[in-house]
């Protein structure tokens, strides 16, 4: 590739052909603004916020969308670039509420941030906010398109990552707004509730449906016993609201600063992920015993659940019968845990603590009632407990550390492997694998990690080749599923998560913007898991009790009950 | 490969026979229709079947003379071709029967008379000499309103189909597109990209499919050039088409086109039919071994899908939006495939060159613009219409000689130029050539051509902001400056003409303008600025009367107006008063009467019923 020379504020620079002045600029150190632009986009080049100036170019040129060229001679930040950025922001802003005290992007905010570098003090533009309602209508996320900017970068996530389609554009002109498919209600629309899009949004316009008020309220309440599970990923990922390296946060002093903000118990739902494998592993045996239904694909994910019943509701036997670990967790505490810890499962409230978005949703799915009472009864994300803590002034980053309450606390490392793509399929593969005889000499399945969209292995059962795919973000699950609709699916297993990189990214974690800041997570997951004296979810001793006291056996009458599920499409939230 | 020539001949033999016929032609285009030439269609029918009369009726598009539509005209064998205009239904027997019957034209109803190598008629204009005609040339028009549309045998008979038949005969891709280019043609939609350098660089892009695109989605308000051309010569432009897919290698073309012109759609149908089944489009065509195939797209009527990358995203099935170029069309455009837009007239324009020659066309227009162009008059100008002339003519001669100068004698104020994107141009610049550089040195741009002339009784600030309210409206919504600031631009503009302004509104209107115009995506938003620039430029005086007098010197902005009875003048006759909707005007009989300004609603009824002329608004 030829290299090209240019200049960036007399600072000679030498880039590959086709960089763009804003990557040319950042390697010379100049920073350009930005706004619409996403580093892991297409770029779309419609806020203008990057301007800069080129010589012998008429109109100023977006930094973002266009490519040097030999002798390119740009300025960053004279006057003339200067004052229509601020212009621009003006625009931007006087019609973007002033509300920053209290939206939930206050600091975090990059039109805030942008505003500020750019000094906008005054506006010469009359406010003109558009006053529309809120869109409630998902259990998991919250659309406020009176903040939206109309960046296009969750319209670029959905539709592009996601292949979901649920965003898109409707108007024209200072009328333009960014709806859900022909304008219906969020939840009317193909929209999997997988919270990409909170990532992709530079403001608040849209966000998790927040839930630390009734969280209070529960907790607040001498007659309920509040419960909770918490999921792998969300650990990890919280180190870093609080300034530390993902991981940095240690089990026990998460479960410390859980007890300290008022959870009466706090459980894992590692545990149940434990209890997945085992359910889930013999679902496999089974179907590949039977050659029912192959490939099976996994149906943790409540995202890719969802996106499966919308876009392919003829293929829905496909996906395993076991619920979620959240789900399986759920129907447990009321029933078996409830009876050993001697407490009314009536008075359980049962919270879970999760990356994810989309399992707010599951949690209200009408089949989740299999304890007879609502099996979850509300779900926080990662950034929810972030809050709460920051709130109750605890930085957990700080705390000694506890220990998590008697029963379904145990889990192994193959448990922890949940919150990375690929963690499902080699969590089962460890199992399935010795399940078959023997035991397995090396335990990590590399081909199966990593941040490649679709990635493949073949094992040997019983001298039998098993292939199996593991895919992550749901453009990615497409093209395996157009492949099983096809017919021509060369797989057995595969393992779906809706999100970029898994549970580590989802759309209830800290705000993430690369694909560089979930390999960071993903590599914890498996620091984690190395680090862990029972790496195989068939040595969970307490899922063993389960299994010996309480429901008979695996596949069992009642762990059918208890533990699996047939998903067809809910479209109301009812 | 012979046999078109043949059919030609034949085509040509039958043309000439029916010369010798009694010929009533009729023109309806959409401008004809609107002016009720169907009426007149059916009114000459049915005259011509009552009276039994062995007449031959033709229907053809748009002469250009909107003004004198609806046109009929007369053919006898042996005489001049008469053109009538503004004909109605009555009149028209009437002036059939006595140019049927007793071979005796109505000279008070001719707009002139084309002789074709006949005795011209004593007393009567030739066509070609009207003030209309005179500065005209018809390159691209010439068919139009002479053949029949809907006829292929005609466009064939005038030389249709010759230049594609020498192109797949005789001329390489490449010499085609030197050709092209050595005749300097100019994208004829706007920009004014030279066409020849297009079509290379479609030519040069790799690969085994690509696409031809004929943008018809013509949106400027009063711009009305390539509906008359796909009206009255459909088939001109399928061959610019099929040329075009020759040179760059394409096998398929199409016709973006906006839903509103039924009509066109109708013609453009039936010509592909018709080329279609005569073999001079779809496989192998005429034996060479080129096959081309023209479909049509019809746009749902976003002024944006005129911009070439939205049109693509609109003929995919896509919200119709610009995106950054490059890449450009000829790298990756349609369906990601290298693909070549021009606009209608542009390709209108390929088979004249091809049959007559590039230094022909080269000798017509300036040096950097050359041949000739279509301009769609409107507005306060007396002959309305379109006309067709050679590029580098001044503005004066098109306003004063081809329009006939301002309507009820008032005085020109401006012409703007360019439609949405233009500027509009003061009486100082009239002598200014219409050639794409000076318009652009003036802060307007050659367009697609539409011109609306402005007399005296127009407030330019009202101007500037009609056309921000249509950029607005318009805009795809997605770059910042285009969908908000055009916005802010348009209410600074409706503060002013409301008597709101302020005096730091011009400074914000101006830096708006500028911002917007520099930074926007797409050539929408980045010329949407460019009518408030103009007349910032050329009329700055209004819109400072209009924020520092509070006045409109045009009185047009009715915030701005006060209504004022001469008490000299008024007799107290009280029409005014019983006329007054709001009871604004006081007064007793034979006394001067009084206007209440705080009742007053501007409407002006009483200015139209005063009889001494006596009210006046100022």
Redesign the interface.
């Known amino acids: 590739m030829t290299a090209i020379t240019v200049s960036i504020n007399g600072i000679k620079t030498t880039v590959p052909e086709g960089t763009s002045i804003l990557q040319a600029a950042a390697g010379a150190g100049v920073h350009i603004p930005t706004l619409c632009f996403h580093p892991d986009q297409e770029?779309k080049?419609?806020?203008?916020?990057c301007?800069v100036e080129v010589e012998g170019r008429?109109?100023?040129a977006?930094a973002c969308?266009t490519?040097v060229s030999e002798g390119m001679v740009i300025k960053t930040a004279t006057r003339?670039v200067l004052?229509?950025r601020r212009?621009?922001l003006e625009?931007?802003l006087?019609?973007h509420p002033q509300d920053c005290l209290h939206c939930s992007r206050n600091g975090t905010c990059e039109l805030q941030q942008l505003a500020a570098e750019y000094d906008v003090r005054y506006n010469?533009?009359?406010r003109d906010e558009w006053q529309l309602p809120l869109d409630y209508s998902t259990p998991g996320i919250v659309r406020d398109p009176n903040k939206c900017v109309?960046c296009?970068r969750c319209i670029e996530v959905c539709t592009a990552v996601q292949t979901v389609n649920a965003l898109?554009?409707a108007?024209?002109?200072?009328?333009?707004q960014v709806v859900p498919s022909i304008d219906h209600d969020l939840f009317e629309s193909p929209c999997v509730m997988c919270g990409q899009c909170i990532h992709a949004c530079p403001v608040a316009a849209i966000t998790e449906r927040d839930q630390i008020d009734e969280l209070m309220e529960a907790i607040s309440d001498p007659e309920k016993v509040v419960v909770t599970q918490i999921a792998p990923a969300v650990r990890l990922a919280l180190s870093e609201e609080f300034g530390g390296e993902p991981g940095r946060l240690r089990m026990e002093q998460l479960v410390d600063g859980l007890q300290k903000i008022g959870f009466d118990y706090v459980l894992h739902t590692n545990f149940a992920a434990d209890l997945t494998i085992w359910e889930e592993g013999h679902e496999l045996l089974e179907r590949l015993q039977e050659g029912r239904n192959l490939p099976m694909f996994t149906s943790c994910c409540p995202g890719w659940v969802r996106f499966a019943e919308v876009y392919y509701p003829g293929l829905l036997n496909h996906l395993s019968t076991c619920k979620s670990p959240q789900q399986m967790f759920g129907a447990l505490v009321k029933t078996y845990w409830a009876e050993k810890m001697g407490i009314d499962p009536e008075k359980i409230v049962s919270v879970s603590i999760m990356p994810c978005t989309a399992k707010k949703y599951e949690a209200v799915r009408p089949e989740m009632i299999d304890s007879r009472y609502a099996d979850v009864d509300m779900v926080l994300t990662t950034r929810e407990i972030a809050r709460l803590f920051r709130m109750t002034g605890i930085d957990p980053l700080k705390l000694a550390g506890a220990f998590p309450a008697p029963w379904m606390g145990e889990y192994t490392g193959a448990a922890v492997l949940f919150g990375a793509s690929g963690g499902v399929m080699e969590a089962a593969l460890r199992t399935v694998c010795e399940l078959q005889g023997g035991t397995l000499e090396k335990i990590d399945f590399c081909d199966v990690r990593g941040m490649k969209g679709v990635k493949e292995a073949t094992v040997y059962l019983n001298g039998k080749p098993v292939r199996v795919a593991v895919a992550h973000s749901l453009s990615n699950a497409r093209v395996l599923m157009e492949q099983v609709a096809a017919g021509e699916s060369p797989y057995h297993f595969i393992e779906v998560m809706a999100c970029p990189g898994g549970c580590i990214g989802g759309g209830g974690q800290p705000l993430t913007r690369t694909d560089r800041d979930r390999a960071r997570r993903m590599q914890a997951i498996y620091d984690e898991d190395r680090g862990r004296q029972r790496r195989k979810a068939h040595e969970n001793q307490e899922v063993k009790a389960l299994y010996q006291d309480y429901l008979g056996s695996v596949m069992s009458h009642k762990a059918h009950e208890l533990l699996h599920t047939r998903y067809t499409l809910k479209r109301k939230n009812t | 490969m012979h046999s078109l020539k043949e059919m030609r001949r034949e085509f040509q033999r039958a043309f000439n026979v029916s010369t010798n016929r009694v010929k009533v032609a009729i023109g309806l285009g959409t401008c004809g229709i609107a002016a009720g030439g169907e009426k007149v269609w059916n009114a000459v029918n049915e005259y011509v079947e009552n009276e039994g009369l062995d007449v031959d009726m033709m229907s053809t598009g748009c002469l250009g003379m909107c003004y004198a539509e609806p046109i009929m005209e007369v053919h006898m064998p042996g005489e001049p071709r008469f053109v009538y205009g503004n004909v109605k239904p009555e009149t028209a027997v009437e002036i059939l029967e006595r140019h049927l019957k007793y071979g005796r034209p109505s000279p008070e109803y001719i707009v002139g008379q084309d002789p074709r190598g006949f005795e011209p008629a004593p007393n009567i204009m030739e066509l070609k000499d009207t003030g209309f005609f005179k500065s005209q040339v018809k390159t691209v028009l010439g068919r139009c309103g002479i053949i029949d549309p809907e006829q292929i045998a005609h466009y064939i008979a005038f030389g249709g189909y010759e230049a594609l038949e020498k192109v797949l005969s005789e001329m390489s891709q490449i010499e085609v597109i030197e050709e092209i280019k050595r005749s300097g043609l100019r994208g004829r939609g706007g920009g004014g990209f030279p066409t020849g350098r297009k079509w290379e660089a479609a030519y040069n892009s790799p690969g085994p499919k690509k696409y031809v695109i004929c943008n018809a989605d013509e949106g400027d308000p009063g711009a009305f050039m390539d509906r008359s051309i796909l009206e009255g010569d459909p088939h001109s432009v399928l061959e610019g088409m099929a040329i075009c897919g020759y040179a760059i290698g394409a096998d398929e073309g199409y016709i973006y086109v906006r839903a509103e012109y039924p009509l066109a759609i109708k013609r453009l149908r039936k010509a592909i039919q018709d080329a279609e089944a005569m073999g001079i489009l779809g496989d192998n065509i005429l034996d060479s071994g080129f096959s081309f195939r023209i479909r049509i797209a019809a746009g749902a009527g976003?002024f944006?899908c005129g911009e070439e990358t939205a049109l693509m995203h609109s003929i995919e099935g896509k919200?119709g939006?610009p995106r950054?170029r490059?890449p450009y069309p000829a790298q990756s455009g349609l369906w990601g495939k290298p693909t070549n837009i021009n606009n209608v007239e542009t390709y209108a324009n390929v088979p004249g060159i091809i049959r007559k020659g590039a230094d022909w066309f080269a000798a017509m227009g300036t040096d950097n613009s050359k041949g000739s162009k279509v301009f769609a008059l409107t507005g306060k100008i007396r002959r309305t219409g379109l006309a067709e002339v050679p590029i580098g003519i001044s503005l004066r001669d098109v306003v004063f000689d081809i329009g006939g100068g301002i309507q009820n004698d008032r005085k020109f104020k401006a012409v703007q130029i360019g439609g949405p994107s233009g500027g509009c141009i003061p009486a100082s610049h009239l002598d200014t050539p219409i050639d794409y550089d000076s318009l652009i040195q003036l802060g307007a741009m050659m367009g697609s051509g539409g011109l609306v002339v402005m007399d005296e009784d127009t407030c330019m600030v009202d101007v500037a902001r009609y056309f921000l309210k249509f950029t607005?409206?318009?805009?795809?919504?997605?770059?910042?400056?285009c969908?908000?600031?055009?916005?802010?631009m348009l209410?600074i503009l409706e503060r002013i003409c409301q008597g709101q302004g302020g005096p730091?509104d011009i400074d914000?209107l101006e830096?708006?303008a500028l911002?917007v115009?520099?930074?926007?995506?797409c050539g929408l938003g980045?010329s949407a600025p460019n009518p408030v620039l103009a007349t910032l430029r050329y009329f700055r005086s209004e819109y400072e009367e209009h924020i520092f007098n509070k006045k409109c010197p045009a009185g047009i902005c009715v915030e701005l107006l006060d209504i004022i009875i001469d008490p000299a003048a008024c007799k107290g006759c009280t029409l005014c008063k019983n006329v007054c909707p709001a009871d604004a005007i006081t007064g007793e009989r034979k006394k001067p009467h009084s206007i209440d300004p705080e009742k007053c609603i501007k409407c002006q009824a009483c200015i139209m019923k005063c009889p001494f002329g006596a009210i006046t608004k100022g």
């Open positions: 770029v080049a419609n806020c203008r916020i301007v008429n109109n100023l977006p969308a490519a003339r004052a229509a212009t621009i625009l931007i006087a019609r010469r533009f009359p109309l296009h898109g554009l108007n024209r002109g200072y009328d333009t | 976003a944006v919200r939006m950054v490059p607005q409206e318009e805009s795809c919504g997605k770059c910042t400056p969908r908000e600031g055009t916005m802010r209410q730091e914000t830096n708006l911002v115009k520099s930074t926007s995506l980045q």
